[in-house]
């Protein structure tokens, strides 16, 4: 296995679209390693995606992870378009005006999910304000037709905050998927200039909300982009005061130049203190370290 430093990678020629740090002047810690590598499983993805016109957040979010997943057949689906309402500053998912909703887009993604023979299905989108909810229905659709086509699967939905719509949240959560997540980000200081269009405490309830519907709940937070350990902490416990059972935590890695700079680099050992201080916390699960994101091993916590 060929295991090289995100700084130096260059993609191949089957996947031109460049991992989260390349395009960062920053100069990346050495533990900051993937293995580039295509393998047909990481093929067959790649080709049925593109067949199937379906986006995947792996790509949109240059997620440094992409090989590693795809070569384990999983991937994250993303809904309703790759053009999101919202600017967030850590995000490299394009902002604008989204196209109209594409009706058939839910049988595709279980087509895919079904060619490919997939155990758990991760499905995300982009925020859909314009939406009187939010997308909503788009999401429940999709877990329906997957559960139709391949009903041994496992379905995990990472929502957005449906702007506190608890009508468009109980719509998805009626479906029961087996994981609900809705990513946190950051913590409460840095929400209104981070993720100026979202509200801290709105996601804290949403969790909430959901836990109360029965669902199994994950949130996800970024560090690096300014914030402290104290306030990190302070996030875990807010996300266990709503009952929050899994959580995912890794490094945040500037996009582009134009994306907020990295304010730090936490060290591989800070995270593991991070996950031993959320398992005492009460969470299931915390996957905790630099390369991780919110789906990064999201098939093995569904057993967990």
Sequence with gaps: ???????????????????????SSQRLPSWFKVEAKTGPDYLDIKQTMDRLKLHTICEEARCPNRWECWNARTATFLILGDICTRRCHYCSVVTGRPPAIDHAEPRRVA??????????????????????????????????????????CTIEVL???????????????AEMPEILNHNIETVRRLFPAIRPQGKYQRSIELLGKAKQ?????KSGLILGMGETMDEARAVMRDL?????????IGQ????????????????????????????????????????????????????L
Aim: a negative charge; proline letters at 6%.
């Design 1 to 23: 296995m060929s295991f090289v430093p995100l700084s130096e990678l260059r993609t191949s020629s089957a996947d031109s679209s460049p991992p989260s740090a390349i395009r």
């Design 159 to 173: 929502i957005p905050d449906f702007e506190g719509n608890e009508t468009a949240l109980a719509m998805v959560c």
């Design 252 to 303: 945040y890695l500037q996009p582009t130049r134009q994306h907020l700079p990295v304010a730090r680099f936490y060290d591989p050992s800070e995270f593991a203190m991070l996950k031993e201080e959320g398992m005492a916390l009460g969470f299931t699960h915390v996957e905790s370290g630099p390369l991780v994101r919110s789906s990064y091993h999201a098939e093995q916590q569904v057993a």
């Design 213 to 217: 519907w029965g669902m199994r709940t």
């Design 240 to 248: 266990r005061s709503v009952g929050c059972d899994i959580m995912t």
């Design 111 to 152: 087509e895919a999910v079904q060619v490919l023979g997939l155990r758990h299905a991760v499905i995300t989108s982009v925020n859909r304000d314009e939406l009187e909810d939010g997308g909503a229905a788009i999401f429940a659709e999709t877990i329906r037709q997957t559960r139709q086509l391949s009903p041994a």
